[in-house]
Nanobody
Framework: QVQLVESGGGLVQAGDSLRLSCAAS????????VAWFRQAPGKERDLVAG????????YYADSVKGRFTISRDNAKKMVYLQMNSLKPEDTAVYYC????????????????WGQGTQVTVSS
């Protein structure tokens, strides 16, 4: 069983940066893929970025490519999402999710979830 706790959200202006953190406990973290999803009001929960268990493979949604960077520190059991050049359309609740080894794009493929952290970008 893996427990995930997100932090780092907040209210920023367009063009600013934020770094989200996902702290994991339980399980063997180094064998888990971790993904960041986001959900805006009235919209579906979408995959934003992900990193597989090895850290060798990453995924980014087209909307965030070149602006967001995902990384992991297995020794600290942490995954980070560096978000630069934030836009109002990035406003959402951001969730950290985890599953064994490989990245998948569907949120239903992830059994472990954090509680979410709000990111609000004002124009």
């Amino acid at each position: 069983q893996v427990q995930l706790v997100e932090s780092g959200g907040g209210l920023v202006q367009a063009g600013d940066s934020l770094r989200l953190s996902c702290a994991a406990s339980g399980g063997t973290f180094s064998t888990y893929a971790v993904a960041w999803f986001r959900q805006a009001p009235g919209k579906e929960r979408d995959l934003v970025a992900g990193i597989d268990w090895s850290g060798s493979n990453t995924y980014y949604a087209d909307s965030v490519k070149g602006r967001f960077t995902i990384s992991r520190d297995n020794a600290k059991k942490m995954v980070y999402l560096q978000m630069n050049s934030l836009k109002p359309e990035d406003t959402a609740v951001y969730y950290c999710a985890s599953r064994q080894r490989f990245l998948l794009t569907r949120d239903t493929s992830y059994p472990y979830w954090g509680q979410g952290t709000q990111v609000t970008v004002s124009s």
